[in-house]
Structures are given as C-alpha cells and as structure tokens.
C-alpha cells in the first residue's frame, strides 16, 4: 500500500474483526501464537500446524522479506516493497521466485525487520496479505500481532514467553552465534517491537500465555494441542 494509500484510509490502526470472528472449528479455525523472538513460536507453530493438518503461516518471514528486498533496493521504500512484495510461503520462501530462506535468516535482515515493521504502512499492506491468506481453512499462524491485530477472532490464541536469556540461547545455538552478542541484539529489537505505536508486540486480553522456559518443544506442543482440544470441546453444543 503507498503511503498516499494510507493516509487515505486515515493513516490509523485497522480495524478489528479481520478473520477468525464468528469462525465455528467445523468451518475453519485459526490458532493464533504469538511472543518475542526465541521463546519457540515457530518450532512449536510448525509442529502444532503438523499434528492438526493445519496451514502454517510464518508472519515473520513476511517483515523479514520486506526487510531483505529494502536493503536490496534501499532507493524504494519498504511500504513500496510491502505492497509489491512477490512472495511465496512454505518449506522454502521464495522473493521474487528467488529462494532467500537463509537470506531472510541473517543478523543484518533480522535487525532491519524490526525497523520495517514499525512502519504502519508496512504493516497495512501486510495485513491485508496475511488476512486473505487466513480467509479460508484451517491455520496455525504465528507472529506478534496474530491474535490483537490479524486475527482478533482466532478461536485459540496462545502468547509464548521464556526469559530473555533463555531465548538468547536458543536463538544463539540455532545460529552458531556468541549467546551474549544475540542478547544484546535480541533486547534491541525486543523493545523495538513491544515499544512501537502500531500493533506493539503484546498478549491478546483473552491469550493463554505460556512460559515456555525450561520446557522442551514436545512439551510446548502437547500443551498447545491440548489447549486446541479444549477450545474446540468449548465449541461443541
Ligand atoms: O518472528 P520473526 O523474528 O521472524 O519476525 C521478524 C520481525 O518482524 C520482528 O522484528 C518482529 C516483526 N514481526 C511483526 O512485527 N509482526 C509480526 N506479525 C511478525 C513479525
């Protein structure tokens, strides 16, 4: 979306009620998850989505990508590379039918995703991405925003937590980094993403919240498949 485009639709917050909102689990459902970097969302959202048979989207790679093309072509503005952004989803992601799964992965992309997504046009244009994505079927969907912002009506929204230097060195092992260089970054754009005006990173009023620390990812994801066990026991006449 241009930023003309924006300010047109009076540059403010979407509004709530995007998809999810009186979705019954037989039609489709959406679990949103949501919480900082490294406290297991995306290891713990692809196996839920595997045990379910449900979708699985990384929101993250979205910002990420946008991240990527604007240090690419810097002379464009990530709101321009946001509404042009050709991307495709899955085991590999693909910009501009070229694969950037480990290029979107880098300390340089990651520091400038959280830049990128504090740019409410940013966000705009991404919102209508992923909200045409979540329209139909079954999800497990995962990001900072899912479960205030993207999909306000997800029948199950669980919110992951673990202490900064657990995540650190989570995040530090995955990367074959120095645990106290991935702290430092991590605190950085960790305040970055829950200190922004729009869509600031934070747990949904009605999210289950999760301390993931100490916890291995089998024991994250049974807790999970549980919970969407009984938020569709919930459901039921
Ligand atoms: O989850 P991740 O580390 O791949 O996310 C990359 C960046 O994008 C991070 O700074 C947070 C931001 N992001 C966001 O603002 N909203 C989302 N729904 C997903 C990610």
């Given amino acids: ?97 070229r694969d950037v799964t480990q290029a979107i992965r880098s300390p340089d992309v990651s520091a400038r995703a959280s830049v990128v997504a504090a740019d409410q046009a940013v966000r705009l244009a991404l919102l209508a991405r992923q909200r045409e994505l979540l329209a139909k079927g079954d999800w497990v969907a995962e990001g900072r925003d899912i479960g205030t912002v993207v999909a306000p009506g997800a029948e199950l929204k669980i919110f992951l937590v673990a202490s900064l230097q657990e995540r650190a060195a989570r995040r530090a092992g995955e990367l074959g980094a120095d645990p106290s260089q991935v702290e430092a970054e991590m605190s950085v754009r960790d305040a970055r993403d ?13 999210a289950v919240v999760l301390d993931t620390s100490g916890l291995d990812v089998a024991t994250v994801t049974a807790r999970a498949v549980d919970l969407v066990a009984r938020a569709r026991g919930s459901d039921r006449p």
């Fill in 194 to 206: 829950r200190e922004r005006d729009h869509s600031p990173l934070q747990a949904a009023p009605d």
């Fill in 1 to 97: 979306m241009s930023a003309a485009a924006v300010a047109a639709a009076g540059g403010s917050e979407p509004e709530q009620g995007g998809p999810g909102r009186c979705r019954g689990y037989r039609g489709a459902m959406i679990v949103a998850i949501d919480g900082p970097a490294g406290a297991g969302k995306s290891t713990v959202a692809r196996a839920l989505a595997a045990a379910l048979g449900f979708d699985y989207l990384d929101s993250g790679a979205l910002y990420r990508c946008v991240a990527l093309a604007s240090l690419q072509a810097p002379e464009i503005s990530p709101a321009e590379h946001a509404a042009a952004l050709d991307v495709s989803l899955g085991e590999r992601v693909l910009l501009d039918g």
